[in-house]
C-alpha cells in the first residue's frame, strides 16, 4: 500500500525552524519527483518545493527562496523539508506528495502532476 507520511509540524515563534518529514512507503523514491504544498486557510494549496530523485534537481517557490531546503534520504525513503526563519505567513497545512514523472520548476505548483499525497501537518508560526 503506497502511503506518505508526514510529521514535523508543530507551533513555532517567527524566525524560528521546523523540520518536516515525508516517509515514504509501498514504493521508493529513487524514481519519484517529491514535493512540498501548503494550504494556509481559505487560500489555495501551492507549491513549496521539490525534488527529483533521478537527478537531484530541486526548485523552490519565491517566497521561500534562501529559507526553506528539500534533502532526501533514499536510506530511508524519506524526504525532508529544513524550514528556517519561519514567517507568520508560512503558517499552513503541509503535504507531500510523490510523482512518477520528473517535475519541472514550470509544473512543481501543479497539484494534477503529483499521483500520491499525504494527509499532511499542521504548521503554525506565532508573531
Known amino acids: 500500500e503506497v502511503q506518505l507520511v508526514e510529521s514535523g509540524g508543530g507551533l513555532v515563534q517567527a524566525g524560528g525552524s521546523l523540520r518536516l518529514s515525508c516517509a515514504v512507503y509501498?514504493?521508493?523514491?529513487?524514481?519519484?519527483?517529491i514535493g512540498w504544498f501548503r494550504q494556509a486557510p481559505g487560500k489555495e494549496r501551492e507549491g513549496v518545493s521539490v525534488?527529483?530523485?533521478?537527478?537531484?534537481?530541486?526548485y523552490y517557490a519565491d517566497s521561500v527562496k534562501g529559507r526553506f531546503t528539500i534533502s532526501s534520504d533514499n536510506a530511508k525513503n524519506t524526504v525532508y523539508l529544513q524550514m528556517n526563519s519561519l514567517k507568520p505567513e508560512d503558517t499552513a497545512v503541509y503535504y507531500c506528495?510523490?510523482?512518477?514523472?520528473?517535475?519541472?520548476?514550470?509544473?512543481?505548483?501543479?497539484?494534477?502532476?503529483?499521483?500520491?499525497w499525504g494527509q499532511g501537518t499542521q504548521v503554525t508560526v506565532s508573531s
Open positions: 509501498g514504493f521508493t523514491i529513487d524514481d519519484y519527483a
Open positions: 506528495a510523490a510523482s512518477r514523472g520528473r517535475i519541472t520548476a514550470q509544473d512543481m505548483g501543479i497539484m494534477w502532476s503529483y499521483d500520491y
Open positions: 525534488i527529483n530523485s533521478s537527478d537531484g534537481s530541486t
